[in-house]
């Protein structure tokens, strides 16, 4: 087991995260933050608290997108659904997608999909907080990367969150 | 997390987790309902046929839009104007059907057990939807959304099920839901349509007075008197079984108390329920069928996943 980001690492690149997206969303006027269910949520958690902290001019519009019944996978194995959680219009809005970890692509391309289901954005990009890099399944890459890493197939990055699994870090396993 | 059974043949063969599931998922499915676009592509590589050996209006237009709401194939079957008019037998019209790559059956039969007869032989997932007066699992489901949605919960709830116990198969399902739940259930009715070893099978109260039974209960889910599977006369007269069983506002408004009214369709105006009740205030009975597209997208849903 290899350590890939301490708890402290990751506040600091939660912070990184955010000025990022707020360099290209100025003021997030016309920009929501999706966390993907249920994994995500706990980084566009974090990040949104940063961000709420960076606009002062209006509320962020911040919604929540299970993507359960969109997975090409169902035959395969079960997955019990979340609540997707979206309290506003997506039509023509700049959309960033924040997930934990972007491996091979498939649950972006299930996102993508749920998403367009709710309307038709201006623009969508997606943030991460892990890259598996060269393990892609789709032509699919993130905007903003907390940071990328060269994996095995065989092995498994795990993100704990503090709510969740009581320390946080990133661990290669 | 997945269901303990590859078919729904009855709420019998449920654990209590199962319909936990069933149920969580169906409110996540109610979400979808509420959004612009009212469909997921879950089942879009899934068949289903639609096999109503029976009339229905409610649980087939239910069970169909679940299914496209799910983005499943379907294909419906009706037994008048079929092979089946022409004395093909039930597992041969299902295998021939099945021939044809389906994945799933959806059955209704006027014959208690005939989907787990069918179970028994054939490959696909059965769903129940309502077989003869043994169960109607997908209705006692949807009926258990609306209580929870209603109540927050089931467990300690007062539940009086009214009418035709003996011929009814959505009393049986949800007998066995709610004593899975751990709900209180009374049944009330005419004595010549209460089972008599209701009581010894499922530990239940038997209530022969209507308001003494709705003055105890929470929730009364009255039901139809099915003249169709009853083959000699049980009570006198329709005009008779109103004035002693039929709901009506008075009565309910006497009770100093506010219960909520259940029917599972259709309603046999001024038999079981008066008009002013059914479309009363206390009446959850278009909300009942609003979840059952939600609950059959949950079970369809749950029961899709599986290798063949």
Known sequence: MKIILSEQQIALTVKRLAHQILEDHLQLKDTVIIGIQPRGKHLSDRIVHELSALVTTSSIRYGKLDITFYRDDIRKELHVPNKTDIPFGIENKNVVIIDDVLYKGRTIRAALDALLDFGRPLKVG????????????????ADYVGTAIDTFSSQKVKVNWKEKDQEESVVLI | MRLSTKHLLGIKDLTKEDIELILSTAAQFKDVLQRPVKKVPSLRDVTIVNLFYENSTRTRISFELAEKRLSADTINFTASGSS???????????????????????MRHSASGAPHFLAKHIPAAIVNAGDGINEHPTQALLDALSMTEKFGHLEGLKVAIIGDIMHSRVALSNIYLLKKMGAEVVVAGPPTLIPKYITEAFGLKVEYDIRKALQWCDVANVLRIQLERQNQPLFSSLREYNLAYGISRKLLESLGKEITIMHPGPINRGVELDSDVADGPYSIVLNQVENGVAVRMAVLYLLANREN
């Open chain 1, 126 to 141: 997606l943030c991460v907080l892990i890259d598996r890099r060269f393990s892609r399944e789709f032509p699919i890459q």
């Open chain 2, 84 to 106: 089946a008019a022409k004395g093909e037998t039930l597992l041969d019209t299902v295998n021939n059907i099945l021939s044809m790559k389906v994945d799933m059956v959806v």
